[in-house]
């Protein structure tokens, strides 16, 4: 079933080519583009598509940790990954970031609260060179806040069309979560209503 391991994983990582290339989303990745990846067949790739939406890593984790190792796992995050919300993610969804490492995990909690992506490429620069900033970038987001923030940001949640976004605006100021649940459901099921709602914040 599981196709062969990818060696020297982290040596393809580490090249320009993967810092360069967009991950693939696991909520919105086609059934074609999912069981083209490296040790995901057909099965997996519909697996993958039953258990959406994935609200974090890790819950996309432990949907492949029945059919693929650790390694294997890592291989597959080298091309699809749920992105990390930089604020709250849990050190466990952290460490799934491939080549990451403890004192690294630890850096990026050591900037929270993160204002915008800018500041992350800021704080981790310090550590790591350019090239390896924008391959964790890959991995990471800002949430933006409902009430405040550009077009430009609210176009860079995963999925997001200019419909959507225009929505998004149409109902400000948010009050609450709840009334951002409330608004944005009378486009769209309650799945895709929660997964919109993990990129964004009202603090």
Request: charged content about 30%.
């Given at each position: 079933m599981r196709k062969t391991s990818v060696l020297g994983l982290f040596?393809?990582?580490?090249?320009?080519?993967?810092?360069?290339t967009p991950l693939l989303n696991p909520n919105l990745a086609t059934a074609s583009e999912l069981s083209g990846l490296e040790q995901v067949d057909a099965a997996l790739a519909e697996k993958i598509e039953a258990n959406r939406p994935y609200l974090s890593a890790?819950?996309?984790?432990?949907?492949?940790?029945?059919?693929l190792a650790t390694d294997q796992r890592s291989a597959v995050y080298?091309?699809?990954f749920r992105p990390l919300n930089l604020n709250t993610a849990s050190d466990a969804e952290i460490m799934l970031i491939p080549g990451m490492s403890?004192?690294?995990a630890h850096e990026f909690e050591e900037y929270r609260p993160y204002e915008s992506i800018e500041q992350f490429r800021r704080e981790i620069g310090k550590y790591v060179d350019d090239e390896e900033?924008?391959?964790l970038e890959r991995y990471v987001f800002v949430p933006v806040n409902l009430n405040s923030a550009s077009r430009e940001q609210i176009m860079a949640i995963p999925g997001m069309s200019e419909r959507m976004a225009h929505e998004f605006e149409e109902y400000r100021p948010y009050k609450d979560l709840e009334?951002?649940?409330?608004?944005?459901?009378k486009?769209?099921?309650?799945?895709e209503v929660a997964r919109l709602e993990s990129y964004v914040t009202l603090d």
């Open positions: 040596l393809v990582f580490a090249s320009s080519a993967f810092a360069e890790l819950e996309l984790d432990a949907t492949l940790a029945d059919d080298g091309a699809l403890k004192r690294m900033v924008a391959r009334q951002f649940r409330r608004e944005i459901g486009y769209v099921d309650a799945d």
